[in-house]
C-alpha cells in the first residue's frame, strides 16, 4: 500500500459525460500528480500541483482540468468524454524533499 | 526536448536469465533517475532511484541499476530473473529540484518458466 489513495476504481460512463477522479495523497506530501495511462500513448503526464498550487503542465487537454484543495487532495476533472479518454489515470504524491513519487492504485475509465 | 527512452518494448526471457533494460535521457542539467514496476492490474511500486553519489545503485527485489552520465543512462539489470519478474518497467527522470516526473515508454518484460 502506497499511501495514495484514488477513487472510484472502476468508472463507466457514456461520451459527453463529465467524471471527476479524487485523489488523497500520502500523510504530508504536498505534491500531486496525474498521469494517464493508455495502451497507445503509455505513461502521459498530465499535471501537478503543490500545496494548492498548480506547478506544472503536462499533456492534459483543454476539456480536463484539476485542483488540489486545502486538505490536499485533489479531483481531476474530466468533460466531454470521448472514447478516446477510456484510459488509467494514476494520481501520485511526493515529498518535496525526497522528490520520489507514489502512486495510487488507479481509477480505470472506460467510456462507452 | 527533455525525453525518456526506452528503446526495449517487449523482453521476453527464460526464468534464470540475466536482464537488463536500456533508459536513455535527455536533459540538460541535473537529475535524479527511477525506475518503477507495474505489476499485471497493479499500480506503479518505485524499484530503485538515483539522487547522487554511487553511481550504482541496489533497488529492491535483486534489480540494480547503473547511471552512466557520459551516456546519458540508466541502465536496469537483474542477473537471474524469476517468473515473478513479469511486469512492466518503467524509467523515469527529474530535474534536481523539479518534481514533476517524466516517463519512458516502458518496457513489458514477460518471463517464461
Known amino acids: 500500500d502506497s499511501g495514495v489513495t484514488q477513487t472510484p476504481k472502476h468508472l463507466i460512463t457514456a461520451t459527453g459525460q463529465r467524471v471527476t477522479l479524487r485523489c488523497s495523497p500520502r500523510?504530508?506530501?504536498?505534491?500531486v500528480y496525474w498521469y494517464q495511462q493508455s495502451l497507445d500513448q503509455g505513461l502521459q503526464f498530465l499535471i501537478q500541483?503543490?500545496?494548492?498550487?498548480?506547478?506544472a503542465k503536462g499533456n492534459i487537454l483543454e476539456r480536463f482540468s484539476a485542483q488540489q484543495f486545502p486538505d490536499l487532495h485533489s479531483e481531476l476533472n474530466l468533460s466531454s468524454l470521448e472514447l478516446g479518454d477510456s484510459a488509467l489515470y494514476f494520481c501520485?504524491?511526493?515529498?518535496?524533499?525526497?522528490?520520489?513519487?507514489?502512486f495510487g492504485q488507479g481509477t480505470r475509465l472506460t467510456v462507452v | 526536448a527533455q525525453s525518456v527512452s526506452q528503446h526495449n518494448h517487449h523482453v521476453i526471457l527464460s526464468e534464470a536469465a540475466s536482464l537488463e533494460l536500456g533508459c536513455n535521457y535527455s536533459?540538460?542539467?541535473?537529475?535524479?533517475l527511477f525506475w518503477y514496476v507495474q505489476y499485471p492490474g497493479q499500480h506503479l511500486q518505485l524499484l530503485l532511484k538515483?539522487?547522487?553519489?554511487?553511481?550504482l545503485v541496489k533497488g529492491i527485489k535483486g534489480f540494480e541499476a547503473e547511471f552512466i552520465k557520459s551516456k546519458f543512462s540508466f541502465n536496469l539489470r537483474k542477473p537471474s530473473v524469476q517468473w515473478s519478474d513479469t511486469a512492466e518497467y518503467f524509467c523515469?527522470?527529474?530535474?534536481?529540484?523539479?518534481?514533476?516526473?517524466?516517463f519512458g515508454t516502458g518496457t513489458r518484460l514477460t518471463i517464461i518458466p
Open positions: 501520485a504524491s511526493s515529498d518535496r524533499v525526497e522528490t520520489e513519487a507514489f
Open positions: 500523510s504530508g506530501d504536498l505534491s
Open positions: 500541483y503543490y500545496n494548492g498550487e498548480e506547478r
Open positions: 536533459y540538460g542539467g541535473t537529475v535524479n
Open positions: 538515483y539522487f547522487s553519489g554511487d553511481p
Open positions: 523515469a527522470v527529474n530535474l534536481r529540484g523539479n518534481e514533476k516526473l517524466t
